[in-house]
């Protein structure tokens, strides 16, 4: 009965911790994805002199994601969490350089990312088969 | 992770009833649901080690839960015999007061070859000795012989026989085991003694053992060379 209880138990709280991390992805993608609507849409043609609005969305998107990788990395593809990453990186980068085109395709693709993020871990019969 | 849990889920109950369909030849020792816990856990624990973009969650959360699984499903086939036949079916009679039930071969895909087979593997050379076989819920075949050609018992012969049960392991490679010497009921005393009238040391001995009969058995230790068994 000991054991039963105990498998009932980690049964129990598996599935708990599997619904929960569920939740908390899709929050964490959400609260992501509104800090990059925060972005600014182009950028300007002096970026050096008016580049506090995008440090300030940069910092919070950044923010956002620091606070919550170690969590999502304990269950996410650890290649999906570095290229979100990787896509921070380039939006800053592309921004600060004043390359329009490659900051519009840098933004897309960090939202992508997030999205992909997101719907690998929400629970959908496409996913589960 | 929800998904890797519910595929852990979908993919288990599958296996279950492939394995259940695919009938008690294919099982062997094991119960259906150990034999798939054993399949998912050899092939689930491995994924993260050869990957190390996997994180380690890949491989707990459907470890924790087909472990759950298991103990959960057994403790329910213990209470239910509805669940019990569900999931391991039932012991299916194949010869029956000596008549081979070949219309339950057949339900169960065994040739006559294969029963003569499993047969002669018991000793058996001939199947009009058989009075019944089973094949159990594990996949093990049960044989009981007809009464004629069983082997003659004492107590058929009606011979007096002193009950000798188990030998318990007193002495192992020179270790007295004083949990056997209590259930054998005797006292270390009494094994010094014994040992002294044999000349032996407790270190010298590689085996003793001693029967619910009264019997000792003693293997020495080869290095020590002072012969091999006594009674």
Redesign the interface.
């Known amino acids: 009965m000991k ?2 209880i ?3 138990l ?2 129990t709280l ?2 708990g911790a ?2 929960w ?2 939740i908390y992805i899709k929050k964490t993608t959400t609260d992501l994805l509104e800090a990059c609507e925060k972005l600014p849409e182009h950028v300007p043609e002096i970026p050096e002199g008016d580049a506090s609005d995008f440090k300030a969305a940069i910092r919070e998107t950044r923010d956002v994601w620091e606070r919550s990788r170690f969590l999502i ?7 999906e969490a570095d290229a979100i990453d990787e896509a921070l990186g380039e939006t800053e980068v592309y921004y600060l350089t004043g390359d329009k085109s490659g900051y519009a395709n840098a933004c897309r693709a960090l939202k992508e990312k997030i999205r992909t993020l997101r719907r ?2 929400s ?1 959908s019969l496409e ?2 088969l | ?3 890797v ?3 852990t889920l ?1 993919i288990y109950l599958i296996l279950i009833i492939s394995m259940r369909m695919m009938g008690k030849r294919q099982i062997g020792e094991l119960q259906i649901s150990e034999l798939v816990t054993t399949f998912m856990l050899s092939e689930l624990a491995t994924a993260p080690l050869s990957n ?4 380690v ?1 890949y491989a707990l ?1 459907p470890i ?2 087909l ?6 499903t057994s ?1 329910l086939l213990m209470k239910s015999s509805f669940l019990k036949r569900l999931f391991t079916g039932r012991p299916s009679i194949i010869i029956h007061h000596g008549k081979i039930d070949q219309q339950e071969l057949g339900r169960l895909r065994i040739t006559i070859h294969e029963l003569l087979s499993e047969l002669r593997q018991k000793s058996i050379g001939d199947i009009a000795d058989v009075e019944y076989a089973i094949l159990e819920d594990n996949g093990k075949l049960s044989v009981f012989q007809k009464s004629v050609k069983a082997p003659l018992t004492p107590e058929q012969a009606d011979l007096a026989i002193t009950e000798n049960g188990i030998a318990h392991p007193i002495i192992a490679d020179g270790k007295i085991s004083r949990e056997n010497l209590t259930l054998a009921g005797v006292s270390e005393n009494w094994l010094h003694a014994q040992l002294k009238k044999r000349n032996l040391e407790t270190a010298e001995v590689f085996l003793l053992t001693l029967n619910d009969g009264g019997e000792l058995f003693i293997v020495t230790k080869e290095s020590i060379k002072k012969g091999q068994k006594q009674k």
Request: glycine share 4%; with cysteine; charged share 10%.
């Open positions: 054991t039963f105990g498998a009932f980690t049964l598996l599935t599997v619904i991390n569920n990395c304990l269950s996410v593809n650890h290649a690998s871990e629970l996913g589960i | 992770v929800i998904t849990f519910l595929r979908i190390k973009q996997i994180p969650s959360v924790f839960l472990l759950s699984l298991e103990v959960i403790f």
